[in-house]
T-cell receptor, first 114, second 109 residues
Framework: DADVTQTPRNRITKTGKRIMLECSQTKGHDRMYWYRQDPGLGLRLIYYSFDVKDINKGEISDGYSVSRQAQAKFSLSLESAIPNQTALYFC?????????????FGSGTRLTVV | GQNIDQPTEMTATEGAIVQINCTYQTSGFNGLFWYQQHAGEAPTFLSYNVLDGLEEKGRFSSFLSRSKGYSYLLLKELQMKDSASYLCAVSPNDYKLSFGAGTTVTVRA
């Protein structure tokens, strides 16, 4: 099994619908992150969490919310999806970023909003 | 904010060498990472530099100059499977990474 699992892998949804992307990990890491990736823009941080009671906004949090249900689970919600939220979404986990390999990424969720 | 620049695309021939440059301006510096990402897949870790100098790992090497805000990733003896995007990422603190837009490398036979 993968260390970081994202579900679903692909999703097509309609404008205005609420959608949740889920992430679970077996790395035992405290830190979890949600990024979106768009062509030409790279990976941009949406939200991150350092433990169950800690939630922090990233650079592009508008239109998104998150829930850290447990140390191993971090979900991302789009309350009312819009077409410019069409992107590839990655969940990542990490230990300390000093040394080591930085992030461990999930396989990604390709979201299309029509 | 953080500013991380790398070329958009590079093309090279199988067996050749390619150097991908990355320049950065960040509010702090706690290390620089390079990741490889094949199309539609997750990024995977290649290298980490926190001190000036060259780190070599098989066919891949990464260099860092903190005073110049500059790094490069060197790919030697290119193989077709090296066709991918290469992401430069800086840790301005110990909390999160900021990424460049990525460099797509195409290896031709």
């Amino acid at each position: 099994d993968a260390d970081v699992t994202q579900t679903p892998r692909n999703r097509i949804t309609k404008t205005g619908k609420r959608i949740m992307l889920e992430c679970s990990q077996t790395k035992g890491h405290d830190r979890m992150y949600w990024y979106r990736q768009d062509p030409g823009l790279g990976l941009r941080l949406i939200y991150y969490s350092f433990d169950v009671k800690d939630i922090n906004k990233g650079e592009i949090s508008d239109g998104y919310s998150v829930s850290r249900q447990a140390q191993a689970k971090f979900s991302l919600s789009l309350e009312s999806a819009i077409p410019n939220q069409t992107a590839l979404y990655f969940c990542a986990t990490s230990d300390s970023l000093t040394g080591g390999e930085g992030y461990t990424f999930g396989s990604g969720t390709r979201l299309t909003v029509v | 904010g953080q500013n991380i620049d790398q070329p958009t695309e590079m093309t090279a021939t199988e067996g050749a060498i390619v150097q991908i440059n990355c320049t950065y301006q960040t509010s702090g510096f706690n290390g620089l990472f390079w990741y490889q990402q094949h199309a539609g897949e997750a990024p995977t870790f290649l290298s980490y530099n926190v001190l000036d100098g060259l780190e070599e790992k098989g066919r891949f090497s990464s260099f860092l100059s903190r005073s110049k805000g500059y790094s490069y990733l060197l790919l030697k003896e290119l193989q077709m499977k090296d066709s991918a995007s290469y992401l430069c990422a800086v840790s301005p603190n110990d909390y999160k990474l900021s990424f460049g837009a990525g460099t797509t490398v195409t290896v031709r036979a």
